[in-house]
T-cell receptor
Framework: DAGITQSPRHKVTETGTPVTLRCHQT?????MYWYRQDPGHGLRLIHY???????DKGEVSDGYSVSRSKTEDFLLTLESATSSQTSVYFC????????????????FGPGTRLTVL | GNSVTQMEGPVTLSEEAFLTINCTYT??????LFWYVQYPGEGLQLLLK?????DKGSNKGFEATYRKETTSFHLEKGSVQVSDSAVYFC?????????????FGTGTQLKVEL
């Protein structure tokens, strides 16, 4: 258990409304990631963070923004939700190893199922 | 760019049958290769990994060997159980030009029946 929680776990919203998903971790990990999972696509990276206020885009970042004001929280925001953003969203962390390197293993949260009507 | 191709599912097997899930990849540099497993209603968990050619990853009776010559990392298990029913994802990470990010295959659903 990597101490990752996601909230909410389920959400139904309407097209055009803003939505924020929260990923919270308790072990002070520096690297955090947001993915979406869709049938036929596997998991695709939306955004990632390598420290407080340090974020970068993944392969499917259009329509999403992120913020990391504290080490423990990584927020994913859909400014104006669309039906194409109906998906399951996973947060992940990557632990550091001794001597400042990073491991090659990511640990995933339980996911948030978002439905945009 | 990097990509991972997995066999399509679902794969349905009887308990104690032999399992193979095929995975091939395209990558720049020398990637690390992974199998993740997702049980119903849960997030992904690392099942096994291999970081260089000819390495064999193993865990819980599952094995996969990093084959550079065929760019493959097929998952195998000699005798599956009902509890192995899950979705299996092959993934790679190449540090060449892409940073430390994972590229996933589309996933293969495994159903094991009594």
């Amino acid at each position: 258990d990597a101490g990752i929680t996601q909230s909410p776990r389920h959400k139904v919203t309407e097209t055009g409304t803003p939505v924020t998903l929260r990923c919270h971790q308790t072990e002070n990990h520096r690297y955090m990631y947001w993915y979406r999972q869709d049938p036929g696509h596997g998991l695709r990276l939306i955004h990632y963070s390598y420290g407080v206020k340090d974020t970068d885009k993944g392969e499917v970042s259009d329509g999403y923004s992120v913020s990391r004001s504290k080490t423990e929280d990584f927020l994913l925001t859909l400014e104006s939700a669309t039906s194409s953003q109906t998906s399951v969203y996973f947060c992940a962390i990557r632990p550091l190893i001794l001597a400042g390197g990073i491991t090659d293993t990511q640990y995933f949260g339980p996911g948030t199922r978002l439905t945009v009507l | 760019g990097n990509s991972v191709t997995q066999m399509e599912g679902p794969v349905t097997l009887s308990e104690e049958a032999f399992l193979t899930i095929n995975c091939t990849y395209t990558a720049t540099g020398y990637p690390s290769l992974f199998w993740y497993v997702q049980y119903p209603g849960e997030g992904l968990q690392l099942l096994l990994k291999a970081t260089k050619a000819d390495d064999k990853g193993s865990n819980k009776g599952f094995e996969a060997t990093y084959r550079k010559e065929t760019t493959s990392f097929h998952l195998e298990k000699g005798s599956v159980q009902v509890s192995d029913s899950a979705v299996y994802f092959c993934a790679l990470e190449s540090r060449a030009g892409g940073g430390n990010k994972l590229t996933f295959g589309t996933g293969t659903q495994l159903k094991v029946e009594l």
